[in-house]
């Protein structure tokens, strides 16, 4: 499997060092994906490189304009190609989410700035809309970075170790369960008993136990998701 990856973004700058560093830049090395951050304003259309505008009908900020966007996609998309948007009013980024999109051949980004982006780039250009948070960034392209770096621990042998991907916090709707390595006893802080004991079904127990209260805590949201 391999997937690519172009980012249409105003501050590539941004996330080149994020995807030639650690697994992501390992992973582009095996030949498992392929990252490619565009800077929007090379489709700029005026000598000054603008890519922004103030509102029709007024209000604070800047509107992204359509055409740099329009020419960008229409230069970077193939047949393939599944363009995404990232959008603080966009679908929620989830585990099962991020599973999906790695099925895909080629992923284009568009990272929005200001106070976003004409709705006819949204109406005409975007397959997919997509939020990492209920918060606001100053712009999508870290919420790119992340969306990238979510999507890509799916790909086969990415990670590695396989295990890790079944284990871990939401692939389950439950949150992940306390880890600890040595030494067993740390400033009298001991790890728990049932962890050194070799019994795997106990520790199996402990551990879904563990994952079930903390889940009851945090985010008993998601508990509601197993009824």
């Not at 994906?33 to 000054?48: E, F, G």
């Not at 929005?112 to 948070?133: K, N, P």
């Not at 392209?141 to 991907?165: Q, W």
Request: cysteine-free; hydrophobic content about 40%; glycine content about 8%.
């Amino acid at each position: 499997m391999h997937i690519e990856f172009d980012i249409l973004t105003l501050f590539p700058e941004m996330v080149e060092g994020f995807f030639t560093s650690s697994m992501l830049a390992r992973g582009q090395k095996n030949g498992l994906l392929d990252v490619r951050a565009h800077q929007l304003r090379n489709w700029a259309q005026d000598k000054h490189h603008k890519t922004d505008e103030i509102p029709y009908g007024g209000g604070a900020g800047m509107v992204m304009l359509p055409g740099p966007i329009f020419d960008a996609v229409e230069a970077l998309r193939r047949p393939a190609t599944k363009v995404l948007y990232m959008a603080p009013d966009g679908e929620p980024l989830t585990s099962q989410l991020a599973r999906e999109l790695v099925q895909e051949e080629h992923v284009l980004i568009l990272s929005g700035h200001y106070e976003g982006v004409d709705q006819r780039v949204r109406d005409e250009l975007i397959d997919q809309e997509i939020s990492i948070g209920d918060y606001v960034l100053t712009n999508g392209t870290l919420a790119a970075a992340v969306l990238i770096d979510s999507v890509s621990r799916f790909i086969p042998g990415f990670l590695g170790d396989e295990k890790s991907l079944t284990e871990e916090s939401f692939m389950s709707t439950l949150l992940g369960f306390p880890q600890y390595t040595r030494p067993a006893d740390f400033r009298g802080m001991r790890v728990p008993e049932v962890l050194l004991s070799g019994n795997h079904a106990a520790i199996a127990q402990w551990r879904h136990e563990q994952q079930l209260d903390k889940t009851r805590r945090l985010r008993p949201d998601l508990l509601d998701k197993n009824n």
